[in-house]
T-cell receptor, first 114, second 109 residues
Framework: EAQVTQNPRYLITVTGKKLTVTCSQN?????MSWYRQDPGLGLRQIYY???????DKGDVPEGYKVSRKEKRNFPLILESPSPNQTSLYFC?????????????FGPGTRLTVT | AQRVTQPEKLLSVFKGAPVELKCNYS??????LFWYVQYSRQRLQLLLR??SRESIKGFTADLNKGETSFHLKKPFAQEEDSAMYYC???????????FGEGTQLTVNP
């Protein structure tokens, strides 16, 4: 089954404790992206990757890191999490359909930083 | 910078009534526009895109470049349409997708 998976789905952690949220897709998509979803703010892009070893900042990259060593994986790293990073995080990947990318989303990871 | 605005955070209609979810955008290039939907406890999924000129689940959306709008419409709302709807704009290069704030649609019986 074609899908985007994220782990963990729920995470409660403390300020300053490094964490990684994994994202994997099995559709051989080149493009992957991370978003955070906050009430009243919609989805905001954190980082994206056009291909292996190619990453770029989105709209809200501060406090986050990513890597793209393999095509299927795009982990999100919080080196020193803070309470303002409490949010719902979505990973997405996309294929090229004509001239338009259609994004497929993962189930989300709810992160709470205390 | 590109921007997407959805002026209504909450929208409530009765079953069978017409519904219109508003979306306005600002972008200097030629936009690619989408509507995504998130049903309760489900992941975000594509509803429709302007380039396809399609109708999905009875919804349609027309790109109006003069008014820089991409409103989502359905003539007769159903209870199962209750969900969060996001309008999104993609840069021509395909590298970035900018979402609006979202509109929570509730269709009452």
């Amino acid at each position: 089954e074609a899908q985007v998976t994220q782990n963990p789905r729920y995470l409660i952690t403390v300020t300053g404790k490094k964490l990684t949220v994994t994202c994997s897709q099995n559709m051989n998509h080149e493009y992957m992206s991370w978003y955070r979803q906050d009430p009243g703010l919609g989805l905001r892009q954190i980082y994206y990757s056009m291909n292996v070893e190619v990453t770029d900042k989105g709209d809200v990259p501060e406090g986050y890191k990513v890597s793209r060593k393999e095509k299927r994986n795009f982990p999100l790293i919080l080196e020193s999490p803070s309470p303002n990073q409490t949010s719902l995080y979505f990973c997405a990947s996309s294929k090229k359909d004509s001239s338009v990318y259609e994004q497929y989303f993962g189930p989300g990871t709810r992160l709470t930083v205390t | 910078a590109q921007r997407v605005t959805q002026p209504e955070k909450l929208l409530s209609v009765f079953k069978g009534a017409p519904v219109e979810l508003k979306c306005n955008y600002s972008y200097s290039g030629s936009p690619e526009l989408f509507w995504y939907v998130q049903y309760s406890r489900q992941r975000l999924q594509l509803l429709l895109r302007h380039i396809s000129r399609e109708s999905i689940k009875g919804f349609t959306a027309d790109l109006n470049k003069g008014e820089t709008s991409f409103h989502l419409k359905k003539p007769f709302a159903q209870e199962e349409d209750s969900a969060m709807y996001y309008c999104a704009l993609e840069e021509t290069s395909g590298s970035r997708l900018t979402f609006g704030e979202g509109t929570q649609l509730t269709v009452n019986p």
